[in-house]
């Protein structure tokens, strides 16, 4: 038997859309208070603004006369929001979107939440006040919370970089465990058998998780096991990279091929190898994702996985363009990868 008072504002089920005397009982706080925080924020204490925050997140809330607007007309804004502007990657995939959109008569607004879902959540509830007309995304995982926002007030959606297994959101992209999967048994097949993984932290980030995922896969068809000490995460940067493969190269037994999640790390370990005095492709083999510039400019080239980088911004912005004119679309669309082998990757020593 329940125990909850059913008067409690914080229990009850929000059954349409809130107001803002909804928020302003759940903060406790006035109405007025609950206007001014969201509209002019610097005028009311940080403690209470967040009250308000969280009160008009947990209750979906947007001002009515901006729901209203949003109702009466169309904007012609798309949103991305994205993980970070700091990777060059998310930086091609929107210049494809923004390219296309830019054709049909649509503009993009950008905005990053740095792996933190709570902060996407809120970020995309301002845009939607903004009058925003569809979104972007990347990647699967997502606060339940923000497609509950998106089906209240109607916005339509697509999810990047993975495809919904599931099947109940649209999205764009590619079998990230794939990926790993094949640059594990092309080193496999060169006759490694101790391998390191470099990976990006996997709270909030479903495409490292699905990456390592492929290592593990294939590593365990093949009898073996990733040693836990061969593993390193870190934040995406080439400085952060080379740092956790120098300790993947001090071990006293380091792998003799390491499977990068992305090129970042693995031009990141390719500076640690330098550093050390390693010959790459002939002491350690070196392998990436993304097929980037910046890999296949090395010295020697890096192993990488070529995905759709391009491809998936110009079928987002297809999608929603279609979406948008009620027009017919492919709600799931994911596209094939390959495996670019260069001077990276050889035979261990011995």
Not at 11 to 21: G, L, P
Not at 195 to 205: M, P, T, W
Request: glycine share 8%; charged share 20%; proline share 5%.
């Amino acid at each position: 038997m329940s125990t909850q008072d059913p008067t409690d504002a914080s229990n009850q089920v929000v059954r349409s859309r809130s107001d803002a005397k909804d928020v302003a009982r759940l903060a406790g706080v006035s109405t007025a208070t609950v206007s001014r925080a969201l509209n002019n924020p610097k005028s009311v204490e940080p403690a209470t603004r967040q009250l308000v925050l969280e009160a008009a997140a947990k209750l979906r809330y947007v001002p009515h006369g901006a729901a209203r607007s949003m109702r009466s007309r169309r904007s012609n804004m798309i949103g991305a929001v994205v993980p970070s502007f700091d990777y060059a990657l998310y930086a091609r995939t929107t210049s494809a979107l923004q390219q296309r959109l830019d054709e049909s008569g649509y503009s993009l607004v950008l905005a990053e939440h740095h792996y933190d879902l709570a902060v996407e959540l809120r970020v995309a509830s301002q845009l939607i006040e903004r009058g925003v007309d569809a979104f972007v995304f990347v990647g699967l995982d997502h606060d339940p919370r923000l497609f509950s926002l998106l089906e209240d007030y109607g916005r339509p959606y697509v999810l990047t970089w993975g495809i919904d297994p599931l099947r109940k959101h649209p999205s764009v992209g590619f079998d990230n465990q794939a990926a790993t999967y094949a640059v594990t048994n092309h080193l496999l097949a060169l006759g490694h058998r101790r391998i390191g993984l470099l990976s990006a932290y996997v709270e909030g980030n479903d495409r490292a998780r699905e990456r390592g995922a492929g290592v593990r896969r294939a590593l365990a068809e093949a009898g073996l096991e990733l040693n836990a000490q061969h593993v390193q995460y870190a934040p995406i940067s080439l400085q952060s990279a080379q740092e956790a493969a120098l300790r993947l190269l001090a071990l006293p037994t380091p792998p003799t091929g390491i499977v990068a999640t992305n090129d970042v790390f693995a031009v990141g370990a390719m500076l640690a190898c330098r550093k050390l005095g390693l010959v790459i492709g002939h002491d350690i083999s070196i392998t990436g994702v993304d097929n980037t510039d910046l890999g296949a400019t090395q010295t020697p080239g890096l192993t990488s996985i070529r995905t759709p980088i391009v491809e998936i911004g110009l079928a987002a912005a297809e999608q929603l363009i279609a979406r948008l004119e009620q027009a017919p679309y492919k709600p799931f669309q994911s596209f094939p990868i390959e495996i670019v082998c260069r001077g990276s990757t050889g035979s261990p020593r011995g």
